[in-house]
């Protein structure tokens, strides 16, 4: 064997260990558009909630899916005690809808309530690209070590920045015994199992997080961007987990 084709041969071996070491590798990528975040606030307990939440699980066959548009559910939980708990509420996302309702100056929050990129939305048409805002890349690796890197559009390159990670349910059904909903079977999409924010490192705005989104039962993630201490969402990313 020649000189030159044991060089190939380690090199053709090389190529195929590192492409097997990124083949359990899922990558989410969304830039330099903006993809809208859509957050619906809903509840078991509310007996308007099921019409909102049937809206919300349309976007799983629109074609904007993941790259304009990422739908996420939060459960509250202030129906609890009407009758009803919901077993996917919260109190960490009554106290976002707090927050929101706080921000614009709004003395009450209620459900169902749409929120499109942090401003109050009411159902109708979303614009396909909410402008400039940088690319946003989320790798979760077969292990569960998710690595997060945002490179912002260069109005917003001097500031510092915030991950927001949702592992999202899907398919889901409840039956209800009591309260308003008493009776019925509810199915919900995009439920979001759980939150875990991490600030992005200054230096190269990237982070890293163990995560395994299988253990309660993920079958999706919605990831995205916010400056530090603002719930303002810059950029979004999602996707189906394998």
């Known amino acids: 064997m020649t000189m030159r084709i044991v060089v190939r041969f380690l090199l053709a071996v090389t190529l195929l260990l590192r492409a097997s070491a990124f083949a359990g590798d ?20 509310c007996s308007s909630c099921p019409p909102a939440e049937e809206h919300l699980s349309s976007f799983q066959s629109d074609p904007g899916l993941w790259k304009q548009i990422v739908p996420v559910a939060f459960h509250v939980d202030y129906w609890d005690n009407l009758g009803w708990p919901d077993r996917f509420a919260s109190p960490a996302f009554t106290q976002r809808q707090q927050d929101y309702a706080r921000e614009w100056g709004s003395g009450s929050v209620y459900t169902p309530e749409f929120v499109l990129d942090g401003s109050e939305f009411h159902r109708g048409k979303i614009l396909a690209s909410g402008g400039s805002a940088g690319n946003l890349t989320a790798t979760l690796a077969a292990a569960g070590e998710l690595t997060i890197r945002y490179e912002p559009a260069p ?36 439920v979001v199992l759980s939150l875990i924010s991490r600030p992005l ?29 603002s719930s303002i969402p810059f950029q979004a990313v999602g996707g189906w987990l394998r």
């Open 26 to 45: 899922t990558v989410f990528q969304n830039g330099p558009e903006r993809a809208h975040l859509l957050e619906l606030f809903t509840s078991e307990g």
């Open 155 to 190: 109005h917003a390159a001097s500031a510092t920045w915030e991950a927001h990670i949702a592992v999202l349910g899907m398919g889901i059904e409840s039956d209800v015994r009591t309260g308003e909903n008493g009776g019925r079977r509810l199915r919900h999409d995009f």
């Open 201 to 229: 490192d200054s230096s190269g705005n990237t982070a890293s997080l163990k995560l395994s989104p299988a253990a309660n039962g993920g079958k999706a993630i919605a990831i995205w961007v916010t400056q530090a201490g």
